[in-house]
């Protein structure tokens, strides 16, 4: 079992729509989650993270964590066609403050 | 404020030839530094990761090495590169916890 999996999609909404973004990760140690997005042909970007089971907000993006299912989610509010690009979930692993990454999901958002 | 970059952004190798890819920060000191590979539709691999200068852990089994003669300075180097070593190059650090940001990124190309 791979320490985080994503489904690669693609995931396609409206501009306008809500995007939900799903991960599951497989260490139940894991204390912290992360978000980032990597438009194509660039390096990922931090969008957030989260520790605490439950909501956390940040303008449009809402990450989301259960840890008793082992998964984390990303919502994306009233979704841009900016929003378009690969989400890359992220878990820490053991040493040298290094994250597990997994291969993302493609979110095209549809004028 | 802190920075990282990393060059040549884009570079066509012939196979059997060397490979350096530099990677430098700015405003900061003794970070962890990191570099990844991204191959065409895979997730982000973890090659090498290095806590300090000359200190130097390899991830996986490979064509490729890796210095730290400065703080700031992380190098990835080949002496001999193959046809599977094109990919997306990311060097990474740690700013705080486990949070890692990445540069802008190198394109490799064997040929």
């Known amino acids: 079992q791979k320490e985080v999996e994503q489904n690669s999609g693609p995931l396609s909404v409206p501009e306008g729509a809500i995007a939900s973004l799903n991960c599951t990760y497989s260490?139940?140690?894991?204390?912290?989650f992360f978000w980032y997005r990597q438009y194509s042909g660039k390096s990922p970007e931090l969008i957030m993270f989260i520790y605490s089971n439950g909501d956390k907000e940040d303008g449009r993006f809402t990450a989301q964590l259960n840890k008793a299912s082992q998964y984390v989610s990303l919502l994306i509010r009233d979704s841009q066609p900016s929003d378009s690009a690969t989400y890359l979930c992220a878990v820490p692993r053991g040493g040298a403050n290094n994250l597990f990454f997994g291969t993302g999901t493609r979110l095209t958002v549809i004028p | 404020s802190q920075t990282i970059h990393q060059w040549p952004a884009t570079l066509v190798q012939p196979v059997g030839s060397p490979l350096s890819l530099e990677c430098t920060v700015e405003?900061?000191?003794?970070?962890?530094l990191y570099w990844y590979r991204q191959a065409a539709g895979r997730g982000l691999q973890l090659l090498f990761y290095s806590v300090g200068i000359g200190q130097i852990s390899s991830e996986v089994p490979q064509n490729l090495s890796a210095s730290r003669p400065q703080d700031r300075q992380f190098i990835l180097s080949s002496k001999k590169l193959l046809l599977s070593d094109s990919g997306f190059y990311l060097c990474?650090?740690?700013?705080?916890?486990?949070?890692?940001?990445f540069g802008e990124g190198s394109w490799l190309t064997v040929v």
């Open positions: 260490d139940r140690g894991s204390q912290s």
């Open positions: 990474a650090w740690v700013l705080s916890g486990n949070t890692i940001y």
């Open positions: 405003g900061t000191s003794n970070p962890n």
